[in-house]
């Protein structure tokens, strides 16, 4: 089955072709970064017009590059949600128009399963069950995975996401849109010994997070530095490699607790956070003492991404799942844990 997918949640363009006997054929995103940089975050008009402008490019240059015509799909995906409603109307009403004219199924897809499986779009996948964390700008959850739809909400954040929190510290050190990046380049000149800044809710049991009381420590400490004349670059340097080590040590300390509770050894990890260098090494290391292995996608699909829409698409549409034509899905906010494993099919199984 040759599986369109369309990602069109926020603030990238994402467009993918995958084959269920090729596997990932032909990819395409364009990135709207440079376009909100100049408002300091996502415009969500903006986002939707942008949309509106990539998407049937995108599409035809996948297509030339997988050499098909649309009339050879067997299938599209879309992002259904959760994201800006504006933005999910874009690949929707794309998706169920070409779908009706190409007489195929369509099949709206939660864009945060589409970051859990994108892990497997690489040669070593992992295998169910396993602990997933999902950590990006909207979101940081950690997931047990028994299979497609089999899933178990561990613990989620409360207030900010992490990859929010970076985004308000960058905001906070005068650095750009989009920050966790920036604030990962500037820590790396940073003093880890200066400051050692709250680790958030370790200091009690359970697997929920909460980023915004960092992030209020953080301000803090940028106003009392300025207030005494000491805030000067190394400063700024360290403060983020200080906030940047306190949410690596939060979350390695919650996913030791989710490999402990779960007495799984396979640690997934997806979302824009997990392409952070200092992230990666941390859930490593606990990962190696527990025996466990980590898993990631390869960077370009860490962040929204048509290719793990139409992976994920592509696993519910083989076991018969579709939307009714005409019948547009646009979900701002969707719980992960209301799905339901696909109809028809051992959701256990790779």
Request: with cysteine; net charge negative.
């Amino acid at each position: 089955m040759r599986v369109l997918g369309i990602e069109t949640s926020c603030d990238e363009t994402g467009v993918a072709l995958f084959d269920t006997e090729r596997g990932l054929v032909a990819d395409a995103l364009h990135s709207q970064v440079a376009m909100h940089a100049e408002y300091g975050g996502v415009v969500p008009e903006l986002a939707s017009r942008d949309h509106t402008r990539r998407l049937l490019p995108l599409i035809e240059n996948v297509l030339h590059e997988a050499r098909i015509t649309r009339h050879e799909l067997d299938a599209i995906a879309y992002t259904a949600g959760p994201g800006l409603v504006g933005a999910l109307m874009v690949g929707a009403s794309t998706a169920h128009s070409m779908a009706r004219a190409l007489d195929i199924p369509v099949l709206g897809v939660h864009h945060m399963e589409g970051h859990l499986l994108a892990p497997m779009l690489e040669e070593n996948a992992p295998a169910f069950p396993f602990v997933a964390l999902l950590v990006s700008g909207g979101h940081t959850q950690l997931v047990r995975v028994d299979g497609i739809g089999r899933y178990q909400l561990l613990g989620e954040s409360v207030d900010d996401a992490a990859g929010e929190a970076f985004d308000k510290t960058a905001k906070m050190l005068g650095l750009d849109y989009p920050g966790g990046p920036l604030v990962a380049a500037l820590a790396e000149q940073g003093d880890p010994t200066r400051w050692r800044f709250p680790r958030p809710m370790t200091d009690r049991p359970g697997m929920d997070f909460s980023f915004s009381g960092l992030k209020t420590h953080t301000l803090t400490t940028l106003r009392r530095l300025e207030a005494d004349g000491l805030l000067d670059d190394q400063a700024r340097a360290d403060i983020a490699r200080a906030f940047e080590d306190a949410v690596v040590d939060t979350l390695a300390i919650k996913c030791r607790r989710a490999l402990d509770a779960t007495g799984l050894t396979r640690l997934v990890v997806a979302g824009g956070v997990s392409a952070n260098r200092r992230l990666r090494a941390g859930l490593e290391q606990e990962a190696r003492k527990r025996s466990a292995t980590t898993y990631y996608p390869r960077g370009r699909f860490c962040t929204d991404n048509g290719a793990m829409i139409a992976y994920a698409g592509a696993q519910r549409l083989i076991a018969g799942e579709h939307d009714q034509l005409g019948i547009m899905q646009a979900v701002p906010r969707w719980p992960m844990e209301q799905l339901n494993p696909p109809a028809g099919k051992d959701a256990s199984a790779n």
